[in-house]
Nanobody, 124 residues
Framework: QVQLVESGGGLVQAGGSLRLSCAAS????????MGWFRQAPGKEREFVAA????????EYADSVKGRFAISRDNGKNTIYLQMNSLKPEDTAVYYC?????????????????WGQGTQVTVDP
């Protein structure tokens, strides 16, 4: 059974940092793109960041460029999202996802595996 388990969410003051982790089990995603999406209350799920299988390419939403960094450790079957200079508008449930392909896709339709999500709350 494939599982993606996120961790590292929590409550932080505006301007602070958090590091999210996503550990995959049940199969290796060494050759697959992985990414992060988020969903705020009353809003649709939106793309945050994605990384290709070899970590040579990444994509970011305009709203997080320069503040967030995605990385991966294929040996640990884990990806990370370092979030700096957090803003109240970053408050959302953050979901880890894995694709069947290798490119850093920005559309949720390219991802077939999803975690349960971790809550990130940024106080003003």
């Amino acid at each position: 059974q494939v599982q993606l388990v996120e961790s590292g969410g929590g409550l932080v003051q505006a301007g602070g940092s958090l590091r999210l982790s996503c550990a995959a089990s049940g199969r290796t995603f060494r050759y697959n793109a992985m990414g992060w999406f988020r969903q705020a209350p009353g809003k649709e799920r939106e793309f945050v960041a994605a990384i290709n299988w070899s970590a040579s390419r990444s994509e970011y939403a305009d709203s997080v460029k320069g503040r967030f960094a995605i990385s991966r450790d294929n040996g640990k079957n884990t990806i990370y999202l370092q979030m700096n200079s957090l803003k109240p508008e970053d408050t959302a449930v953050y979901y880890c996802t894995a694709s069947g392909g290798g490119a850093p896709y920005t559309s949720a339709s390219n991802y077939g595996y999803w975690g349960q999500g971790t809550q990130v709350t940024v106080d003003p």
